[in-house]
């Protein structure tokens, strides 16, 4: 290694070693001096720090394994190069990281795919192109559907990781780009951390502009809808067999929720109407009884003037028109009313 | 000409003995630290239904403000991070300005609650909670604060009930869904949401946040585990760390009708700008948002960027409408310390001017 000298003694790729050792330990769960009993860790954010801090480790390990000598005029370009943009490339490596723990990564969710779909494919592969045909051609349709769907499925994926890589590329080209820019003394970069957070900012930057562009969305699209296919497909294959076994499908629970909530919509629907009713048999009882007793306090006309033979005293009863709805005001107050 | 990296590889070795170090003497502690919660004010549960519950907070001292402020968060996440804890509480410093504060807790959607519609959340829960918090308080209008995808739904029911709102806050707000650096619209586009709504059902939580976390990917993912290091010999800062991560994590699954429709029609046809939104078969004109409306955006919001949040101020129809930047991002604008002096002090102010 370039820098195996440039310690005191000689020793310094032994204590390199050393370090690289109880960390790796510790991160298998071994019981070196020092560390913690167990890397498994009960909580999960604890495994989730792990697996962030595992990609920091193994990006610090790429580092130190082609570091020129501290201050040398080494070939800087070249290792950043080699590191940041090279086949372990760590940008990749964070999006791969929490495809495994987040469950909803692309990368965890072909792995399931092609898990689940594995026995049900066996034997289909080598029919995918084939007709179908007879008592059993809708089975085998189906499952040349899933199978087809799993080759796509495996196709956008490998678009996607492409993409991905471009992009941890760009973010190599970017982070050198800034290094140059830092070359004069005062400006230099002093410490591993202070190079991992300048790569942390090129790549995000570099990944605003790669999640933006048309391609990504193009390419993102078609990995979810991908997946979809996948989804439904499996589906319908296990949705078979659950049939045959006498067990409730996802398809028919679904159905029976939809109608569910369709009748619980029409019954709310027919409450609040016959609230409203309700209310407005109040304000019509309410007119009524206000109508009565301005009557009550009227003379009757009826007692000084003669009625028309076989007619009725009074006119027939209207409402007035609906009064205009009050303007919202803060802190106006309203009478209590039900259900309003 | 100098190299820009001067590393000498003695520090450097000092730099990773120190930072392995300082994980293995933290991290006995972090599993010493136990569970960690998160809502920190003290609240009644004034209403229920289905999953459902309406909170009405309870302060040190009665409010002064004459008109209850009800919270409707977004669908996604808890509403939790508006009281997180005692000194990180949006909820806590409303009531210490005088505010009487509710919150709508949605729950959690399991596949019974799949077929729940937009009308469900807005006419329907949305609805009731404010019908609810007029009833109690004898009041014909309220003031309601949404907030993200909450807000959404607020200025839908606004423009559909402008008679049962005084004033309305949207804080984050998406509003224009076509601006360019939208990079969650951008990622909706070419989705063929019917596809992935048939096949989920509900949409998962893990799959939620796996997408917010590819936002920034390696900041999300990976710095900030790195960052924590740093804070493992402070137990006060690692159980704040971790009460995050727990709100971040503990998030519910989405309810798939609802889901389809809000992707299909906001994010994917921007229809909220075009007054073209329907809900329950009545059309959202935002023009009929006819209230006093605070619209608080946050100025490094990655999930609602400034410009999508902005643009409300053309398309409602009030002439009593006001802007306020937040220096900071989409969950600062709740916890940081800059918040807790900002934001509710602004808000309490621009309600009492308003007569609230």
Same mark, same amino acid.
């Given at each position: ?6 310690? #005191? ?7 390199? %070693? ?34 962030? &801090? ?35 490339? #760590? ?28 026995? &049900? ?13 007879? &008592? ?34 760009? @973010?190599?080209? %970017? ?11 005062? *400006? ?13 900012? @090129? ?10 562009? #048309? ?27 659950? *049939? ?23 019954? *709310?629907?027919?409450?609040?109407? @016959? ?23 009227? #003379? ?41 | ?30 599993? /010493? ?165 048939? /096949? ?89 948002? /006819? ?44 916890? /940081? ?20």
């Amino acid at each position: 290694m370039a820098h195996a000298d440039a310690a #005191p003694g000689g020793d310094f790729e032994r204590l390199a %070693r050393q370090s690289w050792d109880a960390w790796q330990g510790w991160m298998k769960g071994g019981a070196t001096a020092g560390t913690p009993p167990s890397a498994t860790a009960s909580s999960e954010a604890a495994e989730r720090a792990l697996a962030g &801090l595992k990609g920091y480790f193994t990006l610090l390990e790429s580092l130190w394994a082609g570091a020129p000598g501290a201050a040398s005029g080494g070939d800087w370009r070249s290792w950043m190069n080699d590191v940041f943009a090279g086949p372990a490339q #760590p940008f990749a490596q964070a999006f791969a990281d929490t495809s495994g723990l987040a469950g909803g990564g692309p990368d965890a969710w072909m792995a399931d795919a092609q898990r689940a779909a594995a026995p &049900l494919l066996d034997g289909l592969r080598k029919d995918m192109n084939l007709p179908t045909f007879g &008592l059993a051609r809708e089975h085998q349709e189906r499952g040349q559907r899933l199978l087809l769907a799993v080759t796509d499925l495996q196709q956008q994926l490998a678009q996607y990781h492409a993409l991905l890589a471009r992009a941890g590329r760009l @973010a190599a080209e %970017r982070l050198e780009s800034r290094l140059a820019e830092r070359s004069e003394p005062g *400006r230099q970069v002093d410490s591993l951390r202070g190079l991992y957070d300048l790569w942390v900012d @090129a790549a995000e930057d570099t990944f605003q502009e790669v999640a933006l562009s #048309p391609e990504y969305r193009t390419v993102y699209g078609a990995l979810v809808n991908a997946q979809s296919r996948v989804r439904a497909e499996s589906r319908a294959q296990t949705e078979v067999i659950a *049939r045959e076994f006498g067990l409730p499908t996802r398809s028919e629970v679904a159905t029976l929720g939809q109608r569910l909530h369709e009748v619980r919509r029409t019954l *709310r629907a027919q409450g609040e109407l @016959a609230d409203e009713v309700a209310a407005l048999r109040a304000e019509v009882e309410a007119l009524k009884r206000g109508r009565a007793a301005a009557a009550a306090a009227k #003379p009757d006309p009826a007692a000084s003037r003669p009625t028309p033979a076989g007619g009725k005293s009074g006119a027939a009863m209207s409402l007035p028109a609906p009064a205009a709805k009050p303007k919202a005001a803060a802190g106006k107050r309203r009478p209590a009313r039900k259900n309003s | 000409m100098y190299s820009p990296l001067r590393i000498d590889p003695l520090k450097a070795l000092e730099e990773i003995e120190t930072f392995r170090r300082k994980l293995a003497a933290g991290l006995p502690s972090l599993r /010493s630290l136990g569970e960690v919660h998160f809502g920190a004010t003290p609240k009644e549960a004034v209403y229920r239904e289905d999953k459902l519950v309406l909170y009405h907070f309870q302060g040190e001292r009665k409010p002064s403000a004459k008109v209850p402020l009800l919270i409707s968060y977004a669908l996604v996440n808890t509403p939790w991070m508006t009281d997180l804890q005692a000194d990180r509480s949006l909820v806590a410093r409303l009531l210490e300005q005088g505010e009487d504060v509710y919150l709508i807790d949605w729950g959690y959607p399991d596949l019974a609650d799949r077929w729940l519609t937009l009308e469900d959340y807005i006419e329907g829960y949305l609805g009731r909670c404010i019908d609810v918090v007029r009833r109690r308080h004898g009041l014909e209008a309220i003031n309601l604060l949404g907030i993200c995808q909450g807000g959404a739904f607020s200025l839908c029911y606004a423009a559909l009930h402008p008679e049962k709102l005084a004033n309305l806050i949207t804080m984050v707000t998406p509003v224009d869904f076509h601006t360019p650096d939208n990079m969650l619209s951008h990622w909706t586009r070419e989705m063929d949401v019917d596809a992935f709504v048939d /096949s989920l059902g509900n949409i998962p939580a893990d799959l939620m946040n796996f997408c917010y976390l590819t936002l920034k990917p390696v900041r999300l993912n990976q710095q900030k585990y790195v960052g924590l290091v740093d804070i493992l010999d402070d137990p006060k800062e690692v159980e704040n760390f971790l009460r995050m991560e727990k709100w971040i994590f503990d998030s519910p699954d989405q309810a798939g009708e609802a889901f389809r429709q809000f992707i299909k029609d906001f994010y994917q046809g921007n229809k909220l700008i075009m007054g073209e939104v329907e809900i329950g078969g009545r059309r959202v004109d935002l023009k009929r948002v /006819s209230m006093p409306v605070l619209n608080i955006y946050a100025e490094q919001d990655h999930l609602v960027p400034p410009s999508a949040a902005r643009p409300l101020r053309d398309h409602v129809g009030t002439t009593d409408y006001t802007e306020l930047s937040f220096k900071g991002g989409h969950i600062g604008i709740y916890v /940081s310390s800059r918040a807790q002096r900002e934001v509710p002090g602004a808000v309490h102010a621009w309600l009492a001017a308003r007569g609230g």
